[in-house]
């Protein structure tokens, strides 16, 4: 590590909204589904630097809830980089003591990838230095929905309910809240990305670089920012 990031303030918690992917590939020429499989690429690259750069926590905004309505064959194109990413990355990650955690609704994937994402959950519980949540399914007032019903189902007394035991019924369970959300390709919205999460968390976009050109070099520059921010949560 240099002087200069020896310096740096490292997040405990950053997300990533992975936008630009589809945008990436007709500026290259190239068919769309390629623009999703570069991006997938750079979700391991992405964990790795983290790694080596000292973040512990990293979201990564994967596939919304409302993702599901495009096109059938793109869903079907990121199905199965989804099950490519849980047959081969997850071992690299159980290999580098990171965690893997499904945050969003594993109930709405095919059986065989609940299946998947579950085996990939409990091999990598216990790991410790990086946990990497992928974001799939996901949508903020989903996850407040699904956290509501379990604490209903569970019979909490309405004078039990506060903010540290409801965020015990989040996906994300456990996990401190997001210190800086980074969003690619210029967009400037949060797109319902960890709603609970993120009520202090500083925002970075991007607007000169797609999801699939985002590289160490680029964290380097995000992680800079977060250091050069005066963080008061409302004080």
């Known amino acids: ?22 945008r990436w590939a007709k500026e290259k020429g190239l068919p769309t589904l390629e ?10 690259e992405l964990a790795d630097n983290c790694l080596e750069l000292g973040v512990e926590h990293v979201t990564t905004y994967c596939f919304s809830t409302e993702n599901w309505s495009r096109d059938k064959k793109e869903v079907s194109y990121l199905m199965d980089l989804f099950r490519e990413m849980l047959d081969k990355t997850i071992k690299k990650f159980h290999e580098k003591d990171i965690r893997f955690v499904l945050a969003g609704r594993l109930q709405d994937f095919p059986k065989d990838i609940q299946e998947k994402a579950t085996k990939a959950m409990e091999l990598t519980k216990d790991n410790k230095s990086l946990t990497f949540n992928a974001a799939l399914s996901y949508g903020g007032h989903a996850e407040i929905i699904d956290a509501t019903k379990k604490i209903i189902e569970d019979g909490l007394k309405a004078e039990e309910i ?24 210029g967009e400037k919205r949060s797109s319902g990305f960890m709603l609970w999460q993120s009520d202090y968390a500083e925002f970075y976009f991007i607007e000169d670089k797609h999801w699939p050109e985002f590289d160490k070099e680029q964290l380097k520059r995000v992680i800079t ?11």
Request: hydrophobic fraction near 30%.
């Open 225 to 235: 920012e977060y250091t050069s921010r005066e963080r008061r949560f409302g004080k």
């Open 35 to 44: 623009g999703h499989r570069k991006g997938f690429k750079r979700l391991t």
């Open 162 to 185: 506060n903010e540290e035991m409801f965020a015990r019924y989040l996906y994300e369970a456990g996990q401190p809240p997001l210190d800086m959300i980074v969003r690619t390709s």
């Open 1 to 22: 590590m240099t002087e200069s990031e020896e310096n740096l303030i490292i997040p405990k918690h950053l997300g990533f909204i992975l936008d630009g992917n589809r």
